[in-house]
């Protein structure tokens, strides 16, 4: 059966060319205090907090990692709602300022797995694939 309803328009965050900047010479450095000051002077960038998330999710600091990915997920869905944004549609993975929030997204799934809130896990996850089955399939 074909679906006649057209999709939703894909929702495109805007860049943000300064916060961009400081976040790639905080990745320079490598280290969570260069994010943290990031996520500081700009935490409405998902962006900042993704670093954040995956870096204590890798130390095994799991609760801290649902934390900063909890944040950067609500900031980008405040972020994708001041856009446009639904609630539904495509988020696409190609377009880089939505890198950061799909991140948040990844790892809160993660996250949410690793303290037992399995229907967190399993929501977030099918939220990162009806985004963008590319963004699933890069950050699996």
Known sequence: MQNLLPEPPS???????????????AAATGT???FKAVAARYPAY?????????????AGETVTAYAYARTGYH???DALRR????GHGPV???HQPNQGFLRCLHVLSLAAASIGEADEAA?????????????A???S
């Open 11 to 25: 929702t495109r965050l805007p860049a943000d060319a300064e916060a961009d900047q400081a976040l790639a010479a």
């Open 137 to 139: 399939d890069a950050l």
């Open 46 to 58: 998902s962006a900042a907090w993704a670093p954040l998330a995956t870096n204590a999710l890798a």
């Open 92 to 94: 696409p993975w190609a």
């Open 32 to 34: 969570d205090e260069a």
């Open 123 to 135: 929501r977030c996850a099918q939220f990162l694939r009806d985004s963008d089955p590319a963004a």
């Open 75 to 77: 900031r980008g869905l």
């Open 83 to 86: 856009n446009g944004w639904k």
